[in-house]
């Protein structure tokens, strides 16, 4: 259930109590609610916490017009999970070998492949790549790390998992977007609007929340680019899977064909029919829920995570949080926790056990099974994750 804050040109819906949430994301919240463009409230789910001019779990509706930096940088970024005609007793005692094997075939952190693979050469939306709004340079530099990345993790909070449910079957669950060349088609149209809105005199109380007006040729080319690097996050996250199933099946020397499949952004805007108009839906953390629809809500390294199916709330737009959100910021996790919580918060778990993931324990995230307790209205749960094997960037 929502609780309202109502201090903007339209109200905003949180559904945490509001004590909860950080003053500085609910001045975020007011900020972004008094924008011109905004239709009827701003949904926030309640894995909210603070980002770059928008909030991070917010569900932001729109007239007219978009706002780049409410997408945010890694445009696409998601979920992709598959359930697997496996279970624990078919796994190897030791996962370190497998472990290695999916290592050794997707490059993590800022790492890109030597060559372009196969599977991503093979994506059709190259042949737009051409009409990006990249600058003639930019357009033809950024291509070959375009290329070489399709089909790597990345850093910070992506990663890819193997989980068992409670029933103790096998599923591998991933979480990665657009890369660099979605980062840089963002930063090209951020500073665009930002431009914008000074040329124009029009103030913002943040800069980040500059917006791009729909029927003029910035909007034209940031839509364009927005759905081709959506789609190279989707096709990014497919190569993985392939390249992680790859690895079981050299692992366990068997064919493997998945049960189940789903494919969920979560930084991402597309144009959706919300209470009789057509608007554009960005939502920065959130997935859409609509009516049976599935979901994944992972939570922190070492724990747990969700699949879940949608209620289709049309006060949330049909949306749910995309994970547990972060209680302490980066440079504060790796302040309050040490090796020895990594081990202790890691225990059981096949992965990386070193300082360079302290920012990524369990402490570091809100309960993911509070949040889901207050977004019972939004989804409802249809299998319970554990992580048993964990590689991060």
């Known amino acids: 259930m929502y609780h309202v804050m109502d201090k903007g040109r339209v109200p905003?819906?949180?559904?945490?109590?509001?004590?909860?949430?950080?003053?500085?994301?609910?001045?975020?919240?007011?900020?972004?609610?008094?924008?011109?463009?905004?239709?009827?409230?701003?949904?926030?789910?309640?894995?909210?916490?603070?980002?770059?001019?928008?909030?991070?779990?917010?569900?932001?509706?729109?007239?007219?017009?978009?706002?780049?930096?409410?997408?945010?940088?890694?445009?696409?970024?998601?979920?992709?999970?598959?359930?697997?005609?496996?279970?624990?007793?078919?796994?190897?005692?030791?996962?370190?070998?497998?472990?290695?094997?999916?290592?050794?075939?997707?490059?993590?952190?800022?790492?890109?492949?030597?060559?372009?693979?196969?599977?991503?050469?093979?994506?059709?939306?190259?042949?737009?790549?051409?009409?990006?709004?990249?600058?003639?340079?930019?357009?033809?530099?950024?291509?070959?790390t375009a290329e070489r990345q399709m089909g790597t993790l990345g850093g910070g909070n992506h990663f890819i998992e193997l989980c068992l449910d409670e029933a103790q079957q096998v599923w591998v669950i991933l979480h990665s977007g657009s890369r660099n060349v979605g980062k840089s088609l963002a930063d090209v149209h951020i500073d665009k609007a930002r431009g914008l809105m000074r040329q124009y005199m029009i103030s913002l109380p943040d800069p980040d929340l500059a917006y791009l007006a729909e029927g003029t040729p910035e909007f034209a080319q940031?839509?364009?680019?927005?759905?081709?690097?959506?789609?190279?996050?989707?096709?990014?996250?497919?190569?993985?899977?392939?390249?992680?199933?790859?690895?079981?099946?050299?692992?366990?020397?068997?064919?493997?064909?998945?049960?189940?499949?789903?494919s969920c952004h979560h930084n991402y805007a597309e144009r959706e029919h919300h209470f009789n108009h057509n608007v554009i839906v960005t939502r920065k953390g959130a997935v859409r829920a609509r009516e049976g629809e599935y979901g994944v809500i992972p939570g922190a390294m070492g724990s747990f995570s969700y699949i879940v199916r949608g209620l289709g709330n049309p006060e949330s737009f049909m949306s749910c949080s995309h994970g547990a959100g972060r209680r302490f910021s980066r440079t504060e996790a790796k302040k309050r926790f040490t090796l020895a919580d990594v081990a202790e918060q890691t225990a059981g778990v096949e992965c990386r056990k070193d300082s360079g993931v302290i920012d990524?324990?369990?402490?570091?995230?809100?309960?993911?099974?509070?949040?889901?307790?207050?977004?019972?209205?939004?989804?409802?749960?249809?299998?319970?994750?554990?992580?048993?094997?964990c590689v991060k960037g």
């Open 222 to 262: 940031y839509w364009a680019d927005l759905q081709w690097a959506q789609a190279y996050a989707k096709h990014n996250r497919s190569v993985m899977m392939n390249y992680v199933l790859c690895a079981l099946m050299i692992t366990l020397v068997k064919p493997l064909e998945p049960e189940l499949t789903i």
């Open 360 to 389: 990524e324990l369990r402490g570091a995230y809100k309960d993911l099974d509070e949040v889901m307790h207050n977004q019972n209205d939004l989804v409802t749960i249809e299998a319970k994750l554990t992580n048993i094997l």
């Open 12 to 144: 905003v819906k949180v559904w945490s109590p509001l004590h909860d949430v950080e003053s500085e994301a609910l001045t975020q919240l007011t900020n972004l609610s008094n924008l011109p463009c905004m239709f009827r409230h701003v949904a926030v789910m309640p894995d909210v916490h603070v980002g770059k001019g928008a909030t991070v779990g917010s569900v932001i509706a729109t007239h007219g017009a978009i706002i780049p930096a409410a997408v945010g940088v890694d445009i696409g970024c998601g979920m992709d999970a598959v359930k697997l005609p496996l279970f624990a007793s078919d796994l190897p005692e030791s996962l370190s070998a497998l472990r290695s094997g999916i290592e050794s075939l997707i490059p993590v952190g800022q790492t890109k492949r030597d060559t372009p693979s196969k599977m991503g050469q093979a994506w059709p939306g190259w042949l737009a790549y051409k009409h990006l709004g990249f600058s003639p340079h930019d357009l033809a530099d950024k291509r070959s």
